[in-house]
């Protein structure tokens, strides 16, 4: 089955470090997306792209940054972690406009 | 940007009776109104979705209801059972002008009592 597929599944690093969060997709879909789930807070926009070449911040980008190295891959880095970036972090894949997201099976991060 | 508040955050209801789940949104320019369920440990999927030229949609069990004029949609789960105990997430999104991002409020942790 095409899938929606996160890399790593879990994650302990130490304040400061550089950490980089993957995800790969087999739909064939042109926008992907990086959200942040923390208890109470729902799941929040991070970043967005439609294309290689286009990329957009989303409600929270501060602290993180995206790279669209093809069409099925999306990666979020965090330059220098701190501890409120613990949290789980999926990422998604849709098709066309109005059509159902897609996500991963998220990246549980623990900044210590 | 769009914004989305759901409620209630947490809701309790008896096996067989009905859950309703309200979300408004500020956006008039939103046209898709996707509810996402995520159970324990696992991704959030979608169980059902709205677009703004329709009032109504159902299946099966679960409906979901949008008002324009009120800005204001609703997810209507009838006869529940144990295994529609989860959290439940609405979203909304304008697909125009180059945006295209789901902004999903806060998620309502439905329990299913026996």
């Known amino acids: 089955d095409a899938d929606v597929t996160q890399t790593p599944r879990n994650r302990i690093t130490k304040t400061g470090k550089r950490i980089m969060l993957e995800c790969s ?6 926008r992907m ?3 942040r ?3 109470g807070l729902g799941l929040r926009l ?6 290689v070449k286009d990329i957009n911040k989303g409600e929270i980008s501060d602290g993180y940054s995206v790279s669209r190295q093809a069409q099925a891959k999306f990666s979020l880095s965090l330059e220098s972690a701190i501890p409120n970036q613990t949290a789980l972090y999926f990422c998604a894949t849709r098709g066309p406009r109005n059509t159902e997201a897609f996500f991963g099976q998220g990246t549980r991060l623990t900044v210590v | 940007g769009e914004n989305v508040e759901q409620h209630p955050s947490t809701l309790s209801v008896q096996e067989g009776d009905s859950a309703v789940i309200k979300c408004t949104y500020s956006d008039s320019a939103s046209n898709y109104f996707p509810w996402y ?3 324990l440990g696992k991704r959030p999927q979608l169980i059902i979705d709205i677009r703004s030229n329709v009032g109504e949609k159902k299946d099966q069990r ?3 209801t949008l008002n324009k004029t009120a800005k204001h949609f609703s997810l209507h789960i009838t006869e529940t059972q144990p295994e529609d105990s989860a959290v439940y997430f609405c979203a909304a999104t304008y697909s125009g002008g180059g945006a295209d991002g789901l902004t999903f409020g806060k998620g309502t942790h439905l329990i299913i009592q026996p």
Do not use: L, N, R
């Open chain 1, 25 to 30: 997709q087999t739909k064939g879909h042109d």
């Open chain 2, 37 to 39: 369920k995520q159970e």
């Open chain 2, 62 to 64: 679960i409906a979901v």
């Open chain 1, 46 to 51: 991070i970043y967005y792209s439609f294309d």
């Open chain 1, 37 to 39: 789930q923390d208890p």
């Open chain 1, 33 to 35: 997306y990086w959200y």
